[in-house]
């Protein structure tokens, strides 16, 4: 009940008390022993103030002033009411004193600073169409403890969609070292486990969890490999791109270069992918592809586009607890070697740009190098001192290999 309701109903028994207290006390009301034609000229002048006083009690102050003069018509004094009039006069004052608004009696009392906080403190509207939950039947809220105000609840945050939002829980980041050996093993035969590495880099989708589980029991580090910037026709997810993300050929059969600009078409399918690497136990990923900027693609692809892109995927990796290699993409090394956790170059002694991925070597991170066109006699002697991990490989990535020597 608001504060206006209550004063009405305190006012309305404050005039019912009134108009009874002569029946109750009789004679016994104090009224003077002046004269009776005396008392009835002076209860005549007391009649106007005595009703004037009970319209303010029973009419709110915002009664417009017609329906109020029309209610001051409406109360009559007659002689039987004479013996009243006079006690109204006295009690009136002292009611209105007591029942006013601003009386002492009506004033809100002071209250400590945490409970009014509480009190004044609105809860946030629940979204529309949505209800709060209910306490279960036959259950109580907890209470209180006594000189404890419960916390605020806090303003409703907008959701929004979790890019980077994994099932996965996170666990350590595995961090590669400068001296590791590896083998790179991605067509589509068995892998061959027999190779001395201390590092597996294979595929997503060729192979399966049992494989990884059986690396890991070797003491081996399992890297995924999958093509996030380019579009491949036999992968089993191909039907889920759409056309508008696929450009140009990028030189192997059945496979297209997408457009990395549409970050929210690519952002559900690539995450699902690093969601089937968390969840067939790879420790680390290989985002292949990932300089379409400096290729022919169709798309006008700038470095700005291939920075978000790329910085995108280092963040979504980390998320789901895996490291991430760069791969290639020399031109952007030093903007990125601070967050990707280490390098997979290829042909870098073939095109004269080794030297270019230093930086990863010199954070204590690896770069694991493969030439196809160069054997170890040429460039081991340029590699080994940079500390990276060479190895030669043929282009079909099959399981042979040949690396530097000891």
Request: charged residues 20%; positive net charge.
């Amino acid at each position: 009940m608001s504060r206006y309701r209550k004063q009405l109903v305190l006012r309305k028994k404050a005039v019912i008390f009134l108009l009874i207290a002569p029946l109750l006390f009789g004679s016994s009301i104090p009224f003077s022993s002046a004269h009776p034609t005396q008392t009835h000229t002076q209860n005549r002048a007391v009649a106007p103030l005595a009703i004037d006083s009970i319209a303010h009690l029973t009419t709110p102050s915002s009664l417009p002033a017609p329906k109020k003069k029309q209610a001051l018509q409406n109360i009559s004094i007659n002689a039987d009411t004479h013996k009243w009039v006079r006690f109204l006069a006295v009690a009136t004052p002292l009611l209105h004193f007591l029942l006013s608004p601003n009386s002492t009696r009506d004033r809100k009392l002071p209250t400590t600073t945490s409970v009014q906080t509480h009190r004044e403190t609105t809860r946030p509207l629940t979204p529309k169409g949505t209800t709060r939950p209910l306490t279960p039947k036959g259950t109580t809220r907890p209470l209180t403890p006594k000189g404890t105000t419960r916390p605020l609840t806090p303003p409703l945050r907008p959701t929004s969609p979790g890019p980077l939002s994994s099932p996965h829980k996170p666990t350590a980041i595995w961090q590669a070292a400068p001296g590791l050996t590896w083998q790179w093993q991605l067509d589509t035969g068995a892998i061959d486990t027999s190779i001395e590495a201390d590092v597996y880099n294979i595929d997503l989708f060729e192979v399966s969890a049992e494989t990884v589980t059986l690396l890991h029991n070797q003491g081996r580090k399992v890297i995924c490999y999958f093509s996030a910037g380019s579009w491949e026709e036999w992968r089993p997810d191909a039907d889920r791109f759409p056309t508008s993300l696929l450009g140009k050929s990028n030189g192997w059969p059945g496979e297209k270069w997408l457009d990395i600009r549409q970050l929210s078409e690519l952002r559900p399918l690539i995450s699902a992918r690093l969601d089937l690497c968390a969840e067939k136990g790879f420790d680390a990923v290989e985002p292949d592809n990932i300089d379409g900027y400096s290729n022919d693609t169709s798309f006008p692809l700038q470095p700005v586009h291939q920075l978000r892109f790329n910085r995108w995927l280092a963040s979504a990796a980390h998320e789901r607890g895996l490291a991430i290699a760069l791969k290639n993409d020399a031109p952007q090394v030093t903007q990125l070697v601070d967050i990707f956790d280490f390098a997979i170059v290829e042909e870098c002694y073939i095109y004269n740009e080794c030297n270019v991925f230093r930086p990863f070597t010199a954070q204590g991170k690896a770069v694991f190098h493969a030439e196809y066109n160069a054997v170890p006699e040429d460039f081991c002697p340029i590699t080994i001192p940079l500390e990276f991990s060479s190895i030669q490989k043929h282009p079909s990535l099959g399981a042979w290999r040949k690396r530097c020597a000891a």
